[in-house]
Every structure is written in C-alpha cells, then in structure tokens.
C-alpha cells in the first residue's frame, strides 16, 4: 500500500487554502483537443468539472507523447520551471512508451520507462511539489466472448511497483477502466469512446468518455487522500456534455 501525503497546502494566516495547480503530464488521452479534433476529447479537458475552486489544472498532455519523448522534447522542463511548492504532477504513460517500432518513444517497462518516470518523481519533489503517478486507462478492446481484454502488458506493473518503491500515490485508471468496460460490454462502451458515424476509435475519448474517465481520476484522488474532500466536487452528479469546449487552437 502507498503511503498517503499529508496536506498538500499550507493554510494562510486567515485559514484559506493556497491556491494551487495540477499539473498533468500524458499523452493524448488526456490531452487538450482543439475545434478540428472534435468531438475527440482528453479526460484531462474535464477533470476541472470535478475539482474545487482552488484548483487549477494545467495540462501539459500531448498527443502523441511517451514518457521518454515527453522528457526529451523539454515538455517536464517547461512544467517545472512554473511549478511551485504544494503543487501536484499527475504523470499518465503507456500508450506511446508501448511503440517498440519507434525508438524516439518506446520505453522497455522494467528499465527505461521506470527511469523516465523518475525523472518526474525527482523534478517535482525537488521543487516542492507532489508527484501522482496513474496507469493508463485501458483501450477498448474485447475478445470473441464479450470481455474486456488489457492492452498495457508489463506498463501498469511496473508503474505500479516504481509507485510503491518510491512511495508516491498511485491511481489504478487502467484496473478501473478495464473493470467499467467488463461491466458496460462492448456495445455500450463505444459511447465513451470516439465513435461517430465516420471514426471508429478505440483509444480516444468522446465527451461522454472523458467526462467519466476524469471523474474516475478526481475519484481515485480523493479516495487516496491526495486531495481533500473540499478539494473535489460533483462525483456523483450528471455533468452535461455541453461543458466540454473545443479552442480554435
């Protein structure tokens, strides 16, 4: 078991929280989406439904991005050269690491994925802020007879076990995802997944989706004591698609 962080803001002198910032570093699961990618959509695009009006979120997730390509492109400088004490680094990789084809991407689960990682554990502990690693939520994908099957192979592991040795909180999206695909089946999941009458998208989100995957993440935050219960909102309410905006870019 994870050991829990204690408070993850100080109090003012008049008892107010210090505002604080979320900073997501991921691929584009969860990454921001723009006007000519819709109605795709990254869960990190409605985590904010579900947090507190003293959090910010940054997200930092990019199309496209592995945890090594991440670090390399300078994307986890540019984080942490704003991020300040008390904030947390959520790090969510898999999908790209996986591309053994790529060499500008792929990471072997049990050396070099778990060295990148690292490299977000020690940046953001270094400057005073906390480090939350997630697996990556689950694709969907079913075998002949109807059940949800893991794409992640050794990824969620060794994530896991870096997690535990490091002591740093772990959010378990790929168990939970799997999990709510067995439940919904294959039919029904195509609604949280990018499907429209010209895209058959295993991987990428829909409104719906991402609005569920990012209430499992707020979920899974409280629930591990990272944030505190003032700190997330609306778990349990409907939260219209219509909330969900594309920038021009």
Not at 48 to 57: A, I, M, Q, S
Not at 128 to 154: K, M, Q
Request: hydrophobic residues 40%; charged residues 25%.
């Amino acid at each position: 078991m994870v050991a829990a962080p204690t408070a993850l803001a100080a109090p003012r002198e008049d008892n107010r929280p210090v505002p604080r910032t979320l900073y997501i570093a991921g691929d584009s699961t969860a990454a921001q989406k723009y006007v000519a990618a819709a109605p795709e959509t990254g869960w990190g695009m409605a985590l904010p439904f579900f947090l507190g009006r003293g959090l910010t979120v940054a997200n930092h997730a990019m199309n496209g991005r592995s945890s090594k390509s991440f670090v390399d492109e300078g994307r986890l400088t540019t984080i942490l050269a704003s991020i300040c004490p008390g904030d947390l680094l959520l790090v969510q990789f898999a999908h790209n690491d996986e591309k053994i084809e790529d060499p500008a991407r792929y990471t072997e689960p049990w050396t070099t994925y778990q060295e990148y990682l690292s490299q977000y554990l020690d940046g953001a502990r270094e400057r005073g802020a906390h480090p939350v690693l997630a697996t990556s939520v689950e694709r969907r994908r079913f075998d002949a007879e109807g059940n949800a099957v893991p794409t992640h192979g050794e990824y969620p592991a060794a994530m896991r076990a870096l997690a535990e040795r490091e002591r740093v909180p772990l959010l378990n999206i790929q168990e939970l995802s799997l999990a709510l695909w067995q439940k919904l089946g294959a039919e029904e999941t195509k609604r949280y997944f990018n499907w429209t009458a010209t895209t058959q998208d295993n991987t990428h989100f829909s409104p719906f989706g991402a609005i569920e995957i990012a209430r499992l993440v707020a979920g899974r935050l409280a629930a591990q004591r990272v944030l505190r219960p003032g700190d997330v909102r609306r778990l349990d309410d409907e939260i219209p698609e219509s909330w969900i905006t594309w920038p021009a870019g």
